[in-house]
């Protein structure tokens, strides 16, 4: 049964589409405050199809990004007593409490460092409201720290991703797997290794 292949060929289609740019703007903007899917999934393959356009593909999804970022501050700031509910059942509470620390230790640093965290980049931006951070720092480092992120995915799959595309297709099932294998072992990890 291939599982893999069909997502692969779905997000390929969903990058050729003519709205892509505003679901790259969407997605990029929901998982700085609140949603789970980060904007790779939508960067990747259209920067891979549409290389000419990797630039500004990259640069959408840094501005979104920050936008969000900035609606996940203020999320955090005002309303972080009515979220954290969600925080524990959504399994983000130990993260969030390692993002605070993390705050306190570095400061606007760690929303640099968090644009390539494995930590969910919303719960930066929640704990930066939280903690009343200060907003330019905040602003100036989630447009930096993301914007690297962002343009370092989209210009190698503008450079790479072409002469790759028919190795993915390939592979697309045993990547796809070995990704589930390591997602479940990082959360064995954190769950009970630690």
């Known amino acids: 049964m291939k599982l893999f292949a069909p997502l692969y060929d779905r997000a390929l289609q969903w ?29 990747i393959p259209m920067s891979m ?17 920050t936008v969000g970022g ?7 700031h005002f309303f972080l ?5 969600y925080l524990q059942q959504l399994g983000y509470m130990q993260s969030f409490e390692r993002a605070q620390a993390w705050f306190r230790e570095w400061g606007v640093w760690v929303v640099f460092v968090a644009g390539f965290s494995p930590i969910p980049y919303k719960v930066f931006t929640l704990s ?11 602003i100036l480092a989630s447009f930096v ?20 595309e028919p190795v993915i297709r390939r592979y697309v099932e045993w990547l796809g797997w070995l990704s589930v294998l390591v997602l479940v072992m ?9």
């Open 15 to 43: 990058a050729a589409h003519r709205h892509a740019p505003r679901y790259l703007a969407g997605l990029s903007f929901a998982e700085s405050s609140f949603f789970p899917v980060p904007p790779d999934v939508m960067l």
């Open 186 to 194: 990082v959360f064995v990890w954190v769950k009970w290794l630690r």
């Open 70 to 76: 900035l609606f996940g501050y203020l999320l955090g």
């Open 81 to 85: 007593e009515l979220l954290m509910p």
């Open 145 to 164: 720290g993301r914007g690297t992120r962002f343009f370092l995915v989209a210009a190698f799959m503008a450079w790479a991703g072409p002469t790759m």
């Open 128 to 138: 930066a409201g939280a903690l009343s951070m200060a907003l330019a720092p905040f």
């Open 49 to 65: 199809t549409r290389p000419k356009c990797w630039f500004a593909f990259a640069l959408l999804a840094t501005a979104a990004s």
